[in-house]
């Protein structure tokens, strides 16, 4: 059983705060921790940074209702990493194959930015999706602080892996890991990311695994 915090998380103070007002603010929100979307035993694991408020705190799934979503989730439907509709609700159809999707820190962070402390107290979460059997083959971390969480989680230096996107690792005694950057609006309006580049990401990943 993977662990996940519970819907009152008091971990992180700063957090908890943050969470509480968007409650007091939009009350029929989702407003708590978000739990992993997908099969624990996919062999594709997607580690996002944390919710964002109009998405993932709103919808209560990853990824769901903000601009990252969109691009992610069209990107797994054309690589067969997902099947069914993407209507930025959890009510829709969409269902993941073989992935699972999740987040170095589980609930909104103010700005979109959680802090080190926060991040390092939502480890024992991000543990259990990598190291609870059965783990995932491949981990792609979306943005240098995901990367950087998961290797902590799994006992190795992010200075003899350092985040770069598009790389490779095989990571010794544990799954090869695909850095890539986060597909946020800001990254992809800045030209950092493209879509070309993250499909391009994407179907190395497919090769890798070739879902069924």
Not at 99 to 107: E, L, P, S, Y
């Amino acid at each position: 059983m993977r662990p996940a915090p519970p819907g009152d998380c008091f971990l992180c103070p700063r957090l908890a705060d943050f969470r509480a007002a968007n409650r007091a603010a939009f009350p029929d929100w989702h407003n708590a921790p978000v739990v992993s979307f997908g099969d624990p035993a996919a062999r594709l694991l997607i580690v996002g940074l944390a919710p964002g408020v109009l998405g993932a705190n709103r919808t209560g799934r990853p990824f769901t209702g903000d601009h990252a979503g969109t691009l992610l989730y069209a990107t797994l439907l054309r690589f067969g990493f997902a099947r069914g509709r993407y209507l930025a609700d959890p009510s829709d159809d969409l269902e993941l194959v073989d992935c699972r999707i999740t987040n170095a820190v589980r609930c909104v962070p103010p700005a979109n930015r959680p802090q080190g402390p926060e991040v390092n107290a939502c480890r024992r979460f991000l543990n259990g999706e990598l190291t609870v059997s059965p783990v995932p083959e491949l981990v792609l971390p979306l943005g240098a602080i995901a990367h950087a969480s998961v290797l902590r989680a799994l006992g190795q230096s992010a200075r003899r892996y350092p985040f770069v996107h598009g790389a490779l690792y095989r990571l010794a005694g544990g799954p090869a890991l695909a850095p890539s950057y986060h597909c946020s609006r800001y990254n992809l309006n800045t030209g950092r990311l493209t879509t070309a580049m993250f499909e391009t990401m994407f179907a190395a990943v497919h090769r890798l695994l070739r879902p069924t």
